[in-house]
Every structure is written in C-alpha cells, then in structure tokens.
C-alpha cells in the first residue's frame, strides 16, 4: 500500500513539475508577444456598419462620439433623457450623412430600458452590435453633505443603468458570438478623490462590473468574441466637475469632448480593455500599487501641488479672519 502512494505521490509531483514548465513557456510566450505589440502594434479594426448605442448622447463626450462614429460609417442609437439635447446630437449627426435613431429614455430605469429596447426593434433599428454607457451624474459635495437621494441617484445612474442596458443587449451579443461593450469610467475609479466620494464609489464599482463581466464571458463555453473596454479619462471639459488643477497642465489639463472621443474610439479599434486619458496614467497607477502606500502619496501629493493648495487656502482662512 505504502509503495502504490509513493508512486501516486511522485506521479503527482511529475505532473506538477509539467504543468509549472507548460505554464513558465506560455508566460514566457505571452511576454514576448506584449513586448512585440508594443514595436508593432495590431491594425485597427474597421468600424464600419456597426450599430453603436450611446447613452448619455446628449452632450458632451456622447455627442462627440455619435458624430466621429457616425463619420466613420456607424449606425448610431442615441439615448438621453434630454430629449432637446439629444435631438441636437441627431441633426448634427444627419447633417453629416449619418444613419441615427433617438430615444429619450432614463436609463436608471429598467422598466424604461426594456420598453425603449422593444420599441427599437418594433420599429426596426438594427440590432446593437456596441454599447457604449457612458451617462454619468456628479455631485461634488463634502461626504457629509451628500443626502441621499444624490448617493441613491448617483448609482442609479452612474451604475445601476450599465446593468439593465447590458441584460437588454449582452444576450444578443452572445447569440451572434461577437459584440463590443464600452464603460466611460473616470480616474476617480481607480483613486479616491475628496469631495467626490459617492462619484468614486460608484465608479469603482464599474471597474468591478467590467472586469468581472469580461471575465465570465471569457471563460464562455462559446467563446464568443466580445470585448470589453473600460475608459478612465482624467478630466474632460463636460461642465461635470471642475478642473482639478494639477502640475504638468501638458498631461493633467484639461481635454476637450472632442479629443476623448477620438482617444475612446482608438481604445475601441484597438480593443483595449483599459485605457486611460491620458494614456500615461494606467502607467503611473502601476507604479503607485507597487511602491509603498507612502511613497504612492508623496506622489499623488507631488503631482496635485497638495502644498501649494493648503498654504492658498491658509491665505484665505487668515484674510477672512483679519476682515
């Protein structure tokens, strides 16, 4: 009996042995075909004749990117509850030439989710072959001061919609075996930042939904080809918060609607699963986990002027004081 567990024990150790060598090549492989990505990069993929659905189409970073993928032969769907706003974004994507269908719908709300989506295919819009959420609200408030109904719409909206439009669309996707879903994220999903914490929390928790979702849809017994990229620009002049202000304006300023369309399409083309506007950020990030905490927020601190800031706002405390 002794000597058949011996022989088990050792065969297992063997197989161990095998699957830890099997798995250093393929590692070994992978890094090599990164490095090469990086010199030569894959083409991007053509756009053409997908159907794109943008919620949040109204304004801003939606409207620009109704426009630039319509330009580039997509059928656009625009979703907004401004109906004013997103009739605007549809002239201007008809003015171009471009196919475009509207619907004013809150998509916090998955009774009007569901009912929008019938009313597309009743009256014939091409079934959806990209979603991209990207309607967002933002109350920058102190955490004390936050009522709840701004933390309850602040989810509904910023988190909730991505789950009621992704059950309308991902099942189709699965069924044809390819599709492409986008989540405008923020950098205030990868970093806590003051005055915005129901807006970070709901943001981190995007970036738990991609990943995750991506990650069973992997490991689908089909293997479709869907991909998944989330989006974390650092500040895009929407009129959704304030400038920051950080060092290094060149990197750190502010970006028009514009440029995070053309940057959030090449990310599409491209199938990032993450990317970053700036690109350097995913970078630095990187970085910051690696290092100690405290290092990773003399960093933060460097970059933000933290310094500068606190002896402005001792100015203005010791002026008011002397008033």
Request: one cysteine or more; charged letters at 20%; glycine letters at 6%.
């Amino acid at each position: 009996m002794k000597i058949i567990q011996c022989i088990f024990k050792d065969l297992q150790l063997h197989r161990l042995f095998l699957d830890l060598s099997l798995l250093s090549a393929k590692i070994s492989l992978a890094i090599i075909i990164a490095a090469f990505r990086i010199i030569v990069p894959c083409s991007m993929k053509r756009l053409l004749g997908e159907t794109v659905l943008i919620t949040g189409a109204g304004h801003g970073i939606g409207r620009e990117l109704a426009i630039q993928l319509s330009s580039m032969g997509c059928i656009i769907v625009c979703w907004d509850n401004d109906i004013e706003s997103n009739q605007t974004t549809m002239r201007e994507v008809l003015k171009n030439g471009g196919e475009v269908y509207g619907f004013a719908v809150d998509v916090s709300n998955v009774l009007e989710v569901r009912e929008t989506v019938r009313l597309m295919r009743k009256v014939g819009v091409p079934d959806v072959t990209m979603l991209i959420n990207n309607a967002a609200v933002l109350y920058h408030l102190p955490y004390r001061s936050h009522h709840s109904d701004h933390i309850e719409k602040t989810f509904d909206v910023n988190v909730l919609s991505n789950f009621w439009t992704i059950q309308a669309f991902l099942p189709l996707m699965l069924m044809k075996g390819r599709g492409h879903i986008v989540a405008i994220s923020s950098m205030c999903g990868i970093y806590g930042v003051p005055q915005k914490v129901a807006y970070c929390s709901s943001k981190f928790a995007i970036r738990g939904l991609m990943e995750a979702l991506h990650e069973e849809v992997r490991l689908h017994e089909r293997k479709p080809n869907i991909h998944f990229t989330t989006i974390y620009p650092f500040y895009v002049d929407t009129g959704l918060a304030k400038d920051p202000k950080y060092r290094f304006p060149y990197l750190f300023g502010a970006v028009t609607p514009e440029y995070a369309a053309k940057e959030i399409i090449k990310a599409i083309r491209k199938n990032y699963t993450e990317y970053s506007i700036p690109r350097c950020l995913l970078f630095l990030n990187a970085i910051n986990r690696i290092v100690p905490e405290s290092v990773m927020w003399l960093i933060l601190d460097f970059l933000a002027d933290v310094d500068r800031k606190q002896k402005e706002r001792n100015a203005i405390d010791l002026t008011n004081l002397t008033k």
